[in-house]
Every structure is written in C-alpha cells, then in structure tokens.
C-alpha cells in the first residue's frame, strides 16, 4: 500500500535557524507531490507542488522543496524561518488523479 | 470569491445515531474529497468525486459510511450508526479537476461522538 512517512512530528527553532522537513513516499510509479501547511486557527493551504519538471520547486513565503525521484523524497526547506512559520506542514502523494496520501504532519514551533 | 464551506462546524451525536456531514465545493470546481483527520493522525482519504461519480471509494472504513454528489455540486457524507472512533475533524476539498490540480481544503467539521 502506498504511504507517505514524515519523520519529524515535531520540531522546534529558533528564528533565523534553517528548516529541513522529511518526506518520503514508497510508491514507484508516476506521481504529484505535495506540501500542505495548516497554519493555527485555519485551512489547510498549498504551500507548493511537483508534478513535472525541474525538481526543485519554490512554493510562497520562501519554502522550496526538492524532488529526488532515486529516494522517493520530497523534502521541505527553508533558509531562515520566523515565528509566522509556526504551523503543522502535511506531505501528500496523488498518483492516478485520484487517490492522495497524506503524511502524519510535523508540528513546526518557532521561538522568537 | 467563496471558498469550500462545510457545515455543521461542530456536530455532537450519541452513539449509534446516523449523521450528515455538507460540503459546498467551489463554484466551478469539478473534483471533490473527502478526509478524515484524527488526533495524532495525519488526514485519511475517504472519498473522490468526480462530477457526481466516485471513482474511487477505497477510502471509506466501513459500510456504515457513504457519499453522495448531486448536480456536480454539493455533497453529503453520511456515517450511519455513530461509534466513538469516528469521532474526528471531517475535511472537504475541491479542485478544479483532478490531478495536479490544487486542492483548497473547507474548515471542516469537527464529529464527537458521545
């Protein structure tokens, strides 16, 4: 069965520190990636998504994420995170247009 | 412009009674799903609708659960028989089409079940 593991469910930085979430998938066939962020108190929203192209992707307020199709992984990444990025940051897989699978969550606390 | 409204927000219901979860989609948008998120779990599909068609049901955890779309729009999950481990925040999300297509995910709706 297709699933989608996030190893850190929870991380805490300090401000200006750099970020690095893990995402890794066990399917091997043809698939979208995405990143999902929840910020407190709202929706889920798209932070940015891979289905084609140059695997790195640049997403909104500075996140990217770096497809590397040889370790099914589509980490997270940010230079210098501030305290508005406290949120919890979904990872999914969709493969066949249909069916998405979503990780576990890493909850991200950022101390001012 | 409106984005996907879930009602009820909040939804008590004792044990073994049935309840009706709504999704308003976007306008326009052709696809539609359904999660599941429970405490400490990452969100679990249940359903996609595509048009009023499903799919793929593979997601919902038993019998007692169901989904409907009429009119490409509005779609009703209904859980039957209520147990305590269905308690959980219901999502909903529309796309525009399936695929690679952005999801935009409603409030959704937290179901206690007492």
């Known amino acids: 069965a297709q699933s989608v593991s996030q190893h850190n469910h929870h991380v805490i930085l300090s401000e200006a520190a750099s970020l690095e979430l893990g995402c890794n998938y066990s399917y091997g066939g043809t698939v979208n990636l995405f990143w999902y962020v929840q910020y407190p108190g709202q929706h889920l929203q798209l932070l940015l998504k891979?289905?084609?192209?140059?695997?790195l992707v640049k997403g909104i307020k500075g996140f990217e994420a770096e497809f590397i199709k040889s370790k099914f992984s589509f980490n997270l990444r940010k230079p210098s995170v501030q305290w508005s990025d406290t949120a919890e940051y979904f990872c999914a897989v969709m493969r066949g247009y249909q069916k998405v699978t979503f990780g576990t969550g890493t909850k991200l606390q950022v101390i001012p | 412009g409106a984005g996907v409204s879930q009602s009820p927000s909040n939804k008590v219901t004792e044990k073994g009674k049935d309840v009706e979860l709504r999704c308003d989609p976007i306008s326009g948008h052709t696809a539609l799903y359904w999660y599941r998120q429970s405490l400490g779990q990452g969100l679990e599909f249940l359903i996609y609708?595509?048009?009023?068609?499903?799919?793929?049901k593979s997601g919902l955890p038993s019998d007692r659960f169901s989904a409907e779309r009429t009119g490409g729009s509005v779609s009703t999950l209904t859980i039957q028989r209520t147990q305590q481990e269905d308690s959980a925040v219901y999502l909903c999300?529309?796309?525009?089409?399936?695929?690679?297509?952005?999801?935009?995910f409603g409030p959704g709706t937290r179901l206690t079940v007492t």
């Open positions: 609708f595509q048009g009023n068609s499903a799919p793929d």
């Open positions: 999300a529309s796309s525009l089409r399936g695929g690679s297509y952005e999801q935009y």
């Open positions: 891979y289905f084609s192209g140059d695997p």
